[in-house]
């Protein structure tokens, strides 16, 4: 694995697995090979990895192209993929916490809905900090521990809060239109 495209010999093969002591025959690692491709093809692998250069020894074929460019592309949708569910939950999310905001103002939160808003910031913590939102993530986790004392729906916590989601807000602006500015260095 270490250097595909040398051709290693079945000695070379046996002095880098084995001990001194240890030293099979060269069939061994025939066997070896042999056992290896069908562990291989019964793991759902179609392509034929390792190549017999005959009279020399094995090497590690190279991956085609194509299939390099297929997988690139399945990675991206994926990601892609990733990236629009998160939007939208953390949308949901953010309009969770926005409720709370109101009902904190207004003094009507209850006990049910501070529960559901808790669980909301913990889970937007952990998205936000998953994606790379760092600082939106440290926001996040800080709205998620006011949530967690009881709320006497006082004026000040009603403000912490308040104050929190907007540098939340902030912090997620600045960070998705970073994200969004072409990044020179990756072309």
Request: glycine share 6%.
């Amino acid at each position: 694995m270490r250097y595909p495209q040398h051709v290693l010999s079945r000695g070379a093969i046996i002095d880098h697995l084995w001990s001194f002591e240890e030293t099979p025959v060269e069939g061994s690692v025939t066997n070896l090979i042999k056992d290896l491709r069908h562990r291989l093809k019964a793991a759902g692998l179609t392509a034929e990895l390792i190549e017999t250069v005959y009279g020399m020894g094995y090497r590690l074929r190279p991956v085609p192209e194509d299939d390099w460019n297929d997988r690139e592309q399945r990675v991206r949708t994926i990601i892609q993929q990733v990236a629009e569910r998160f939007q939208v939950s953390l949308e949901q999310r953010m309009a969770v916490l926005q409720s709370v905001e109101r009902s904190l103002q207004a003094g009507t939160l209850s006990a049910q809905q501070q529960t559901a808003a808790r669980l909301q910031a913990h889970k937007l913590a952990g998205g936000l900090g998953t994606f790379g939102y760092v600082k939106a993530s440290k926001i996040a986790e800080a709205i998620e521990h006011l949530l967690e004392a009881p709320i006497n729906q006082e004026t000040q916590l009603a403000q912490q809060f308040s104050q929190c989601l907007e540098d939340l807000q902030q912090a997620l602006t600045a960070s998705l239109a970073e994200a969004a500015e072409p990044n020179i260095a990756r072309r």
